[in-house]
């Protein structure tokens, strides 16, 4: 269930007959999907605009999303004309004004510490563009905020979430000579709303055809999901029923780290129009029955050394790189930090707790272990050998995601950290007597709850320095707002919280 990828570096030489597992992926064969875009397209003899082949107008485009997801992982967006739009081109800095109260708004309460005054310019990354395959007709693209006029010298925005992330990326690519590929699993779940409650359309189970029956409106969703992905660019490599009422994952192929932020955008987007389309609603909150499976966004990360082969590591040369080894050892060491980017409701603690398949609650790791929060995958496969990261949920915004995840790698690769937590074997870390833990090295504890892992978050220096300080404060000040509108209300039923839950998000 994972997207497959490729290190640039073998660990251990491959013996023959080769026991290499999956599709293997690079930095360089990778591609994004996205749609070219012509900046100035040339005027005729009449004054009209040549069409070429790839032009959005010939592609049936009148409309274009101007999108951007703030630190609550709300996705927002201004309609364009296609018109507009390219008279936008025409200038230095083609975007929109918004409001420098976006970032700060939840619902309608604005976080204190953001003001009414100003606006930023979110300027269009055209080489985001995607063509939205569940609104014909439409296209989206992604933008940086930049300041409207320059502070201190400077256009860019450090809270933008875009732009943050690209900052880590540019400076693992340049200072570590690292890069990142990143793919996704999206679990969600189907429902009815009803006034009497939420209601799943089956209860098939884990990977059952028969949550995929002919003649099912399941089935119709799940095939124009994956026909609306296919139109919009984004490779999805398989789709199967997940183990709770309703419950679906759509696995999507790996990309860089901010063009898959943008892919997993979209997904969503794609999924929750296809099923509103069908007469049902899609959601990915974190945990909605008790006795069932959670829903994750499973985010699998391959480490790649551009500087030449990196030769294996000391302690696990079979499986692991010295570059692998220490971009593990920096999630080890700063996981219980990051966790307030990647669980940001106190409702995703209800689906990290132990014995359930989601990761559990020690900063550990294991070979093909489901029940530690990192899972070394197709570890004796360097073609496609890749860490998968479960302590993440629908919920949480991929930009920050990953912004948290690969500022903890590459402190450990900038640090030279070596690898003191042993992987867990046939036990998870729950299962351990202290005594066995700290033999392992299993010593930190994940935050069981979101003011915990706030707390976590601030305390931690060193991702506070890769992420920027600011960009920390801001954003734990957001996330404490949104946990104040987002849990059950005093004047309200638990029944109304859950609708709030499953309606966000």
């Not at 100035?40 to 107008?57: C, D, K, N």
């Not at 915004?397 to 950290?417: C, F, K, M």
């Given at each position: 269930m994972n997207p497959a990828m490729k290190t640039t570096a073998s660990a251990t030489a491959q013996s023959s007959p080769s026991i290499d597992f999956g599709v293997g992926y690079t930095?360089?064969?990778?591609?994004?999907?996205?749609?070219?875009?012509?900046?100035?397209?040339?005027?005729?003899?009449?004054?009209?605009?040549?069409?070429?082949?790839?032009?959005?107008?010939?592609?049936?485009?009148?409309?274009?999303?101007?999108?951007?997801?703030?630190?609550?992982?709300?996705?927002?967006?201004?309609l364009l004309t296609i018109s507009h739009f390219y008279k936008l081109l025409r200038a230095s800095r083609p975007g929109v004004a918004i409001t420098k109260a976006a970032l700060g708004l939840v619902f309608l309460t604005l976080t204190e510490g953001f003001g009414v005054c100003g606006e930023y310019i979110l300027v269009m990354d055209l080489s985001s563009v995607r063509l939205c395959g569940y609104a014909p007709g439409h296209a989206a693209v992604f933008g940086y905020f930049q300041e409207k006029y320059p502070l201190g010298g400077k256009l860019d925005v450090p809270l933008c979430p875009r732009t943050n992330l690209k900052r880590i990326v540019k400076y693992a690519e340049e200072e570590l000579k690292t890069k990142f590929l990143v793919g996704f699993e999206t679990e969600f779940i189907l429902l009815t709303i009803t006034q009497s409650g939420i209601k799943a359309p089956n209860n098939h189970g884990w990977s059952r055809t028969a949550a995929l029956a002919s003649g099912t409106t399941e089935l119709t969703v799940l095939e124009e999901i994956a026909d609306a992905l296919a139109t919009s660019g984004i490779e999805l490599q398989m789709f199967h029923s997940e183990a709770a009422p309703g419950q679906y994952e759509v696995v999507t192929g790996p990309l860089p780290p901010l063009e898959a932020a943008d892919a997993l955008a979209h997904t969503r987007e794609t999924i929750y129009n296809i099923a509103r389309k069908h007469g049902m609603h899609a959601t990915l909150a974190p945990r909605l029955y008790a006795n069932s499976c959670g829903s994750g966004a499973h985010t699998h990360i391959s480490v790649h050394s551009t500087s030449g082969p990196s030769p294996p590591s000391e302690l696990h040369p079979s499986i692991l790189t010295t570059h692998e080894s220490r971009f593990l050892a920096g999630l080890m060491a700063h996981l219980p930090s990051v966790i307030a980017f990647t669980l940001p409701l106190p409702q995703s603690y209800a689906r990290m707790t132990d014995g359930i398949w989601s990761g559990g609650t020690w900063a550990s790791w294991g070979v093909e272990h489901r029940?530690?929060?990192?899972?070394?995958?197709?570890?004796?496969?360097?073609?496609?050998?890749?860490?998968?990261?479960?302590?993440?949920?629908?919920?949480?915004?991929?930009?920050?995601?990953?912004?948290?995840?690969?500022?903890?790698?590459?402190?450990?690769?900038?640090?030279?950290?070596?690898?003191?937590?042993?992987?867990?074997?046939?036990?998870?870390?729950?299962?351990?007597?202290?005594?066995?833990?700290?033999?392992?090295?299993?010593?930190?504890?994940?935050?069981?709850?979101?003011?915990?892992?706030?707390?976590?978050?601030?305390?931690?220096q060193k991702i506070g320095e890769v992420i920027g300080e600011e960009v920390v404060r801001k954003y734990v000040a957001v996330n404490k707002t949104l946990e104040g509108l987002i849990v059950q209300q005093e004047t309200e039923s638990e029944h109304a919280a859950v609708i709030r839950l499953v309606e966000t998000y």
């Open positions: 930095p360089t064969t990778v591609s994004a999907g996205t749609v070219p875009v012509d900046i100035a397209p040339a005027p005729t003899m009449f004054g009209a605009r040549a069409e070429t082949h790839r032009s959005l107008e010939h592609l049936g485009v009148k409309f274009i999303r101007v999108q951007w997801v703030d630190l609550s992982n709300f996705i927002h967006c201004r029940e530690v929060p990192v899972r070394l995958t197709n570890p004796s496969s360097p073609q496609t050998r890749n860490f998968e990261v479960k302590t993440v949920d629908g919920t949480a915004s991929p930009y920050l995601v990953l912004a948290g995840l690969i500022s903890a790698g590459i402190i450990g690769i900038r640090d030279q950290l070596e690898l003191t937590v042993e992987g867990c074997g046939e036990k998870a870390a729950a299962e351990l007597t202290e005594a066995e833990r700290a033999e392992k090295g299993i010593m930190k504890r994940l935050p069981l709850d979101v003011e915990s892992a706030r707390q976590y978050l601030l305390e931690d």
